[in-house]
């Protein structure tokens, strides 16, 4: 199980950081995921975390987010930086117990319930 939250209101420019707590002992052995969604459109892929740390992201938020996750505290984060009126949406963490790195949404097993980020311009 997993839940999201962090979202809110903020003009372009400014930072916000997501976090995504799960519950139970895999979560360590977890890839971690972040998606996005706008109304009429699919999840879009943002970021993904291996268990082992590494990282990868879309092109569209390459050098202003980061993916990170603390597994003491079963948490993975999303920083978002100058963001932008496009990157408004709902956002959801996932998890996948693929070892691969994916960015396909329907791989992923759990969700998070989303937290919804809105960019002013």
């Known amino acids: 199980q997993l839940q999201a939250s962090g979202g809110g209101l903020v003009q372009a420019g400014d930072s916000l950081k997501l976090s995504c707590v799960g519950s139970g002992r895999a979560f360590s052995r977890l890839n971690l995921g972040w998606f996005r969604q706008t109304p009429g459109k699919g999840r879009e892929f943002v970021a993904v975390?291996?268990?082992?740390?590494?990282?990868y992201y879309s092109d569209s938020v390459k050098d202003r987010f980061a993916i990170s996750r603390d597994n003491g505290k079963s948490t993975v984060y999303l920083q978002m930086n100058n963001l932008k009126p496009e990157d408004t949406a709902v956002y959801y963490c996932?998890?996948?117990?693929?070892?691969?790195?994916?960015?396909?949404?329907?791989?992923?097993?759990?969700w998070g319930q989303g937290t919804q980020v809105t960019v002013s311009s």
């Open positions: 975390i291996s268990r082992g740390a590494a990282t």
């Open positions: 996932a998890a996948d117990g693929n070892g691969v790195l994916r960015t396909t949404p329907r791989v992923y097993e759990y």
